[in-house]
């Protein structure tokens, strides 16, 4: 029913996933690359506890690809000014420092993008909510 490789919960998990990106919106699409790339650096961080390679390096690029394809590629560089600018320049910074804790197995690495993506969310967050308020 589920093929070899997915079990009811991993199914289950999915269909909420894609319900909840279906049926957001663009600021909530840019607050669920925000928790996706948080949750990919923790897997990464556990794999890298673990001592698994293979695990660890397929989360750090998991990281990456939600960091630069979904993040960065979604900053408006002609009207988002001098923010938008600033966000592109440090989401190339935190590529770097993945794929330097990849290449290192460098903790401290995944500690601090992880910490700068949460600073970020949680301002996005906190946007999300003022527009929310304002609105009604």
């Known amino acids: 029913m589920f093929g070899q490789s997915r079990s009811p919960v991993a199914a289950y998990a999915q269909v909420g996933v894609e319900t909840a990106v279906h049926t957001a919106s ?3 699409l840019i607050a669920l690359l925000f928790e996706a790339g948080r ?3 923790n897997m990464a961080r556990l794999a890298m506890e673990q001592n698994k390679v293979d695990a660890r390096g397929t989360a750090i690029s998991k990281a990456i690809d939600i960091i630069s394809n979904g993040l960065q ?9 001098d923010l938008a600018v600033k966000l592109s320049a ?5 590529t770097r420092r993945l794929i330097h804790a990849n290449i290192s197995n460098d903790r401290q690495a995944l500690d601090e993008v992880d910490g700068l993506l949460g ?3 949680s301002a996005w967050i906190e946007i999300g909510e003022k527009v929310r308020l304002s609105s009604t």
Request: aromatic share 8%; hydrophobic share 35%; net charge negative.
């Open 119 to 121: 600073e970020i969310q």
């Open 73 to 81: 590629v979604s900053l408006d560089l002609d009207s988002g000014g």
């Open 90 to 94: 440090l989401y190339s910074y935190m």
């Open 39 to 41: 949750t990919a650096l």
């Open 26 to 28: 663009p600021h909530q």
